[in-house]
């Protein structure tokens, strides 16, 4: 499954001017240009080749050329916006000004790479395109409405505060604030891991479609991140049928020694769960029970305030 998330993965549209491209961008990109434009140096008889014969390539035009694609597949990411979320082929290509079949080739590759996402004729971005750091990506409408939410709940607990989504089978960062350095792993808007060790996974698996979840329990590999994560099945299983009922998710160390999270769902105008949001905290400040007691109730007026101002959007 991909994320069914029902929150908008849009590109601002104040932030579309490209800035130098990282490393990692850059990897991305030239593996975007060498899936979707095949070959482009010549090759040995009994393969196409080019240049043409008679027609040698110059380094401008080959940087040139180099260039062009390059910019090719921030260009078709930046079709989307708000208010294009959801495009067909012939919608995007009028949107960037690319030719049909090129078109084609770059979202067919950004499909295969797991940046976009394909479903009855309509490409949409898919949470991970976040990886890439791009600057114009900053415009997603969750965490732009959920920033200042974590920001008022932070401050008052003085803890770290996040929102998440569901990517396939791992959880994705989407919105962060850090009150103290309590993890030993850096996390930022994009980080990956797995959903079932952690309380905004767990929320999320628990409100999944069953179908799905069943499917996902069945395949998942359980694998301790620390002496105290869950690795039973049968026992998770258990674990997300409470949290469901429960409404909230608490983790205790099993994602890091030292940490404890508390995790609830955020819902859309339907009714339906699309991220998660947890307040996370050292050993210090409690046993499981007082972060309970002390942090779920802000922490659900939180998420309360988010859906309301969703509603809005």
Same mark, same amino acid.
């Given at each position: !499954?991909?994320?069914?998330?029902?929150?908008?993965?849009?590109?601002?549209?104040?932030?579309? &001017?490209?800035?130098?491209?990282?490393? +990692?961008?850059?990897?991305?990109?030239?593996?975007?240009?060498?899936?979707? &434009?095949?070959?482009?140096? &010549?090759?040995? %008889?009994?393969?196409?080749?080019?240049?043409?014969?008679?027609?040698?390539?110059?380094?401008?035009?080959?940087?040139?050329?180099?260039?062009?694609?390059?910019?090719?597949?921030?260009?078709?990411?930046?079709?989307?916006?708000?208010?294009?979320?959801?495009?067909?082929?012939?919608?995007?290509?009028?949107?960037?000004?690319?030719?049909?079949?090129?078109?084609? +080739?770059?979202?067919?590759?950004?499909?295969?790479?797991?940046?976009?996402?394909?479903?009855?004729?309509?490409?949409?971005?898919?949470?991970?395109?976040?990886?890439?750091?791009?600057?114009?990506?900053?415009?997603?409408?969750?965490?732009?409405?959920?920033?200042?939410? !974590?920001?008022?709940?932070?401050?008052?607990?003085?803890?770290?505060?996040?929102?998440?989504?569901?990517?396939?089978?791992?959880?994705?960062?989407?919105? %962060?604030?850090?009150?103290?350095?309590? !993890?030993?792993?850096?996390?930022?808007?994009?980080?990956?891991?797995?959903?079932?060790?952690?309380?905004?996974?767990?929320?999320?698996?628990?409100?999944?479609?069953?179908?799905?979840?069943?499917?996902?329990?069945?395949?998942?590999?359980?694998?301790?991140?620390?002496?105290?994560?869950?690795?039973?099945?049968?026992?998770?299983?258990?674990?997300?049928?409470?949290?469901?009922?429960?409404?909230?998710?608490?983790?205790?160390?099993?994602?890091?020694?030292?940490? +404890?999270?508390?995790?609830?769902?955020?819902?859309?105008?339907?009714?339906?769960?699309?991220?998660? !949001?947890?307040?996370?905290?050292?050993?210090?400040?409690? &046993?499981?029970?007082?972060?309970?007691?002390?942090?779920?109730?802000?922490?659900?007026?939180? *998420?309360? *305030?988010?859906?309301?101002?969703?509603?809005?959007?």
């Amino acid at each position: !499954m991909h994320a069914a998330t029902g929150w908008d993965l849009v590109v601002s549209p104040d932030l579309r &001017t490209t800035p130098d491209p990282t490393a +990692r961008e850059l990897e991305v990109l030239r593996a975007i240009e060498a899936t979707a &434009t095949g070959p482009t140096t &010549t090759t040995t %008889r009994g393969s196409w080749a080019w240049p043409p014969r008679g027609r040698a390539r110059t380094g401008r035009t080959a940087a040139a050329r180099s260039s062009a694609r390059s910019e090719r597949g921030p260009t078709v990411i930046r079709a989307f916006d708000e208010r294009h979320q959801q495009l067909r082929l012939s919608e995007v290509a009028r949107r960037t000004g690319l030719p049909r079949a090129a078109t084609r +080739r770059f979202l067919l590759t950004l499909v295969e790479l797991g940046y976009v996402e394909q479903s009855d004729g309509l490409f949409r971005l898919r949470p991970r395109v976040l990886e890439l750091g791009f600057a114009y990506l900053s415009g997603l409408t969750l965490p732009e409405v959920a920033q200042p939410h !974590m920001d008022r709940l932070s401050q008052a607990l003085h803890e770290s505060c996040s929102v998440s989504v569901l990517d396939g089978d791992d959880l994705v960062y989407v919105g %962060r604030v850090h009150a103290r350095m309590i !993890m030993k792993a850096a996390i930022s808007v994009g980080s990956r891991y797995p959903a079932y060790p952690t309380s905004m996974g767990r929320v999320l698996l628990a409100n999944a479609r069953p179908a799905w979840l069943a499917d996902y329990l069945g395949r998942v590999t359980l694998r301790p991140l620390t002496p105290v994560t869950e690795t039973d099945v049968d026992r998770l299983r258990r674990v997300l049928l409470a949290v469901r009922a429960d409404g909230y998710a608490v983790v205790d160390q099993e994602l890091e020694l030292g940490l +404890r999270s508390v995790a609830v769902p955020v819902h859309d105008r339907t009714g339906t769960v699309v991220a998660a !949001m947890n307040i996370s905290a050292p050993l210090e400040r409690g &046993t499981v029970e007082e972060i309970t007691v002390d942090l779920l109730p802000p922490l659900l007026g939180a *998420a309360a *305030a988010l859906e309301a101002d969703l509603l809005l959007r």
